[in-house]
């Protein structure tokens, strides 16, 4: 691994801004540093590098000064890296930012590559693989949910969790193993019984985080939502409304907004994904069905359905066979189990204009009815009140989620491994046999904390993180 090399990134974000933030890290830094920097009292020059101190001065090459700076030195191993490393402060001008870099490249860095300084920490120990992409997810964090799960991970919970699994997992292995050491003398050292449920407490904890999955999944990209109904319903106006910006399509003519358009908003630090989608109506019209195809894709897809009803051009019979035939349909689609956990919100639109439908009738078989304008921007809490419903922020400081797709993975398969191991111990399958399926559990479990990593996983994760991180 490229660990000997002394690297070096913009770390703040691209473009201009107040100040700017420079790294430079591994074995150069220092005599990189000493070419580069002037404090702004020279009889501190000897000191300042056996400080974790934050120092004034200047950048300069040669006699070209570029800007006055602060610069913050950490000693190997106490650094974010673990290798010596400098944290530069400067002006945020592009060209100064810059400026610098080149100068820190011509004395000997090279520029670093995407989450290289993140590689380095775990390359050095600092932290582990799961805890190095919970430091992405913290940049990526919209939300105080996102913000919560990658807080835990990175602080080392759900580590300790999978560590503590492995770690049963391999005292489970050394009893097979003991056992396998002796076969030719058919001694049964580790009492099956025994053996047996410990795989089924070990099989339940994994099953257990494996399953956290679809809620961590939701709660990290946020909840997903479809806004659906006949066209001119005002879902696009709905939309608008709740983003509180001009993004869908709103127009008179029935059918039109026919791209789906994708936006978050955060409500009481959960983020909701929002879904529009094209009209519900029945047509023999090509790009309609493509639309009423792609409904029910999003409908899929969604944990909250809001149904929007134009409340004024619909009476209250209508609207009910409107809403019956939605369930009809979402019946003939789904499995119960998908449904129940579907919220359906019937929204009656256009409260501010006469209504075919009396106030405050509840629709069956639905979760909530709500009545609102969406033009005038009424009654729109009334929904925001049911959305922060169905997330359970507070919940989540106390469990542990798996929110990242590699993890879940990689879960899913020590899964099936232990089922293999379950199978061969219920049946005379050859211990050496079984033996195989205890190291692939092992194995997988590994993966996730980065025990066991190969350097093409390490790359594909690392290159997903951004330059300077
Ligand atoms: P969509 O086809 O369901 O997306 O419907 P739009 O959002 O494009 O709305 C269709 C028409 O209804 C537009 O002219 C909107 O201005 C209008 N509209 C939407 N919501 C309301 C509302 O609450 N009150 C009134 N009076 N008009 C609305």
Redesign the pocket.
């Known amino acids: 691994m490229k660990n000997s090399a002394t690297i070096t990134a913009i770390s703040t974000s691209p473009g201009k801004g107040a100040i700017a933030v420079i790294r430079m890290s591994g074995p150069l830094t220092f005599t990189i540093i000493k070419k580069v920097y002037r404090p702004v009292i020279e009889s501190n020059n000897k000191y300042y590098l056996n400080l974790k101190t934050t120092h004034l001065g200047s950048i300069c090459d040669k006699e070209e000064w570029i800007d006055e700076v602060l610069i913050t030195l950490y000693k190997a191993p106490n650094s974010y890296t673990g290798d010596d490393m400098a944290e530069i402060s400067c002006h945020g001008s592009t060209y100064i930012q810059h400026r610098i870099l080149q100068v820190l490249i011509k004395y000997g860095a090279r520029p670093a590559e995407t989450g290289e300084f993140t590689l380095m920490a775990f390359i050095h120990g600092k932290m582990d693989l799961s805890q190095a992409e919970a430091v992405a997810d913290l940049i990526d964090a919209r939300s105080q949910t996102a913000h919560t799960l990658a807080k835990q991970q990175m602080r080392g919970g759900y580590s300790e969790k999978i560590k503590a699994l492995r770690k049963k997992m391999v005292s489970f292995a050394s009893l097979i193993e003991l056992e396998l050491d002796f076969s030719e003398e058919d001694v049964t050292f580790a009492d099956r019984d025994q053996l047996k449920k410990l795989l089924a407490d070990l099989k339940n904890e994994i099953k257990a985080l494996h399953a956290s999955f679809s809620l961590g999944n939701v709660l990290k990209h946020g909840i997903p939502i479809a806004i659906v109904?006949?066209?001119?319903?005002?879902?696009?106006?709905?939309l608008n409304a709740l983003l509180n910006e001009e993004r869908?399509l709103?127009?008179?003519i029935?059918?039109?907004?026919r791209d789906t358009i994708e936006d978050t908003i955060v409500i009481n630090g959960t983020a909701y994904r929002f879904i529009d989608t094209a009209?519900l109506r029945e047509s023999e019209e090509k790009i309609e069905i493509m639309g009423m195809k792609r409904t029910w894709e999003k409908i899929d897809k969604a944990a909250v359905v809001l149904y929007?009803i134009d409340g004024?051009a619909h009476t209250e019979k209508q609207a009910t066979t409107m809403v019956n035939g939605l369930l009809k349909n979402l019946d003939a689609r789904f499995t119960k189990k998908q449904i129940d956990t579907k919220k359906i919100i019937v929204v009656v639109?256009?409260?501010?204009?006469k209504s075919g439908i009396p106030y405050q009738r509840a629709f069956k078989g639905v979760d909530h009815t709500v009545y609102?304008?969406?033009?005038?921007q009424q009654h729109l809490e009334k929904i925001i009140e049911i959305l922060s419903q169905t997330a359970a922020i507070q919940r989540l400081e106390e469990e542990l989620v798996v929110t990242n797709t590699r993890h879940f993975y990689a879960l899913e398969r020590s899964l099936e491994a232990i089922r293999e191991i379950e199978k061969g111990l219920s049946s005379s399958i050859p211990t050496d046999l079984v033996a195989v399926d205890i190291r692939t559990a092992m194995h997988y479990l590994g993966e996730i904390t980065g025990e066991i990593s190969s350097q093409e996983v390490l790359e594909s994760i690392f290159s997903t993180f951004c330059i300077g991180k």
């Open positions: 109904g006949s066209p001119n319903a005002g879902k696009s106006t709905l869908a709103v127009s008179d029935p059918g039109t907004t009209g929007v004024n639109n256009k409260c501010d204009l609102i304008s969406a033009k005038e």
